[in-house]
């Protein structure tokens, strides 16, 4: 008899989160030098690169929480809007959910099994606001310029 593999220790439970926080990090890493050496007023300075990671940062976040949003059903009714756009302009078209509370109700059912995605948004989030706490500590104690 085969001992099913804890979800811990299993490296496939995590693999989803890492691939997903190894694009958001490059991604985000892309912009914030976008920002440092394209900056129209002040280019290629510490200020820029404050600037870029600070971008970068609220960028992650927001994407961490609309990505909770999601998960959690939030924005149902702009999804159930989209899937019922057909029939407004024609009344012979079979719609798929009779409406709103039956789609929040199968979407429900099919969320039940997945795992929270936004995690790894927050953590790589949070590795940016970190490195944007220590350069503007270093550019205000004159370590760099």
Excluded: C
């Excluded at 693999?15 to 290629?44: D, K």
């Excluded at 159930?80 to 012979?92: A, H, L, M, R």
């Amino acid at each position: 008899m085969k001992k099913k593999a804890n979800q811990i220790t299993n490296f496939k439970y995590y693999l989803p989160y890492f691939i997903r926080g190894i694009i958001a990090f490059f991604i985000l890493l892309a912009l914030t030098l976008l920002i440092y050496f394209f900056e129209l007023n002040t280019p290629m300075t510490t200020i820029s690169l404050l600037d870029g990671l600070l971008v970068a940062t609220v960028i992650g976040f927001a994407t961490s929480l609309f990505t909770y949003l999601v998960y959690s059903g939030s924005l149902n009714f702009v999804s159930y809007g989209f899937s019922t756009f057909g029939s407004i302009f024609n009344k012979n078209v079979n719609k798929k959910y009779k409406d709103l509370k039956e789609y929040n109700e199968i979407k429900k059912i099919e969320r039940a099994g997945k795992t929270y995605y936004f995690l790894s948004y927050i953590l790589v989030s949070s590795l940016y606001l970190i490195a944007l706490i220590v350069v503007f500590i270093l550019f205000n104690t004159g370590v760099i310029l």
